[in-house]
Nanobody, 121 residues
Framework: QVQLVESGGGTVQPGGSLRLSCAASGIGFSISAMAWYRQAQGQQRELVAR???????DYADFVAGRFTISRDNAKNVMYLQMNNLKPEDTAVYSC???????????????WGQGTLVTVSS
């Protein structure tokens, strides 16, 4: 069973930075796609950024060059560096990991518990 642990959320002033981490643990699996989503209060969850096994990345338009997603495949850890944060970035950020187990090669998708990011002066 694959489990995700997120860290790095908190409160920051507008223009500040935070770095989120998402660590995957378990036995006998390999990860393909990893992604960060966010959900603001009263809003639907939306994709922030994603990265595939080869390192190719996609970002939501609202990121506008402020966020950088990366991953350490050896450690099964994904990061989201967030710079120039705005009040509208306030949300619960969750990581999602997709992959496949060892035999019998079951495809899985797992969500982290979420970490709150608050941008406020």
């Amino acid at each position: 069973q694959v489990q995700l642990v997120e860290s790095g959320g908190g409160t920051v002033q507008p223009g500040g930075s935070l770095r989120l981490s998402c660590a995957a643990s378990g036995i006998g699996f390999s990860i393909s796609a990893m992604a960060w989503y966010r959900q603001a209060q009263g809003q639907q969850r939306e994709l922030v950024a994603r990265i595939n096994a080869g390192g190719s990345t996609d970002y939501a338009d609202f990121v506008a060059g402020r966020f950088t997603i990366s991953r350490d495949n050896a450690k099964n850890v994904m990061y989201l560096q967030m710079n120039n944060l705005k009040p509208e970035d306030t949300a619960v950020y969750s990581c999602n990991v997709q992959g496949v187990t060892e035999y019998p090669y079951t495809v899985f998708g797992v969500w982290g518990q979420g970490t709150l990011v608050t941008v406020s002066s």
